[in-house]
C-alpha cells in the first residue's frame, strides 16, 4: 500500500484475518492508511474512510444514493453508532466479507463512493 500506516498499540479486538483481506485488495490504492476507530481498524482512502474491520462485523462506506441497495443485499445491516442509525453506512455479518469475493464485493461498492469525495 502507497502512504499505509500500521495501526499501533490496537488493543481492542479485531478480525485480523479479514483485516488482512481488506489490505490485500487496497494495496494497489493510492493514499491508503490505517486508524483505529469504531472499535477496530478503519482503511482510509484520501483520507476519506472506506471501511473498518471489527471483532465480528465489516462496516462498509456506501453513500446515501446506494445505501437502500446496500441494505438489501445479504448479510447487510444498518450500521448503527451509539444506538443511531448512520445513513450512508452499512454493517456486514462474518459471512458476507469470510472470502476475497466477499470482501471485493463490499469494497468496490464503497470505493466507488469514495474516490467521488474530495481529498481531505
Not at 488482512?20 to 469504531?38: C, W
Not at 446506494?66 to 445513513?87: D, N, S, V
Request: overall charge positive; charged content about 20%.
Amino acid at each position: 500500500m502507497n502512504s499505509k500506516t500500521q495501526p499501533t498499540g490496537l488493543t481492542v479486538p479485531f478480525d485480523k484475518k479479514a483485516a488482512d483481506r481488506v489490505r490485500q485488495f487496497l494495496q494497489s490504492k493510492a493514499e491508503v492508511t490505517e486508524r483505529k476507530m469504531f472499535g477496530g481498524v478503519a482503511f482510509m482512502v484520501r483520507g476519506n474512510m472506506v471501511c473498518a474491520v471489527g471483532k465480528e462485523h465489516l462496516m462498509v462506506r456506501v453513500g446515501l444514493s446506494q445505501y437502500e441497495a446496500a441494505l438489501r443485499a445479504p448479510h447487510a445491516h444498518i450500521m448503527r453508532f451509539t444506538g443511531k442509525p448512520m445513513r450512508g453506512y452499512i454493517t456486514v455479518d462474518p459471512a458476507g466479507y469470510e472470502t476475497r469475493n466477499g470482501v471485493s464485493f463490499w469494497l468496490e461498492k464503497a470505493l466507488a463512493f469514495v474516490l467521488t469525495l474530495p481529498p481531505k
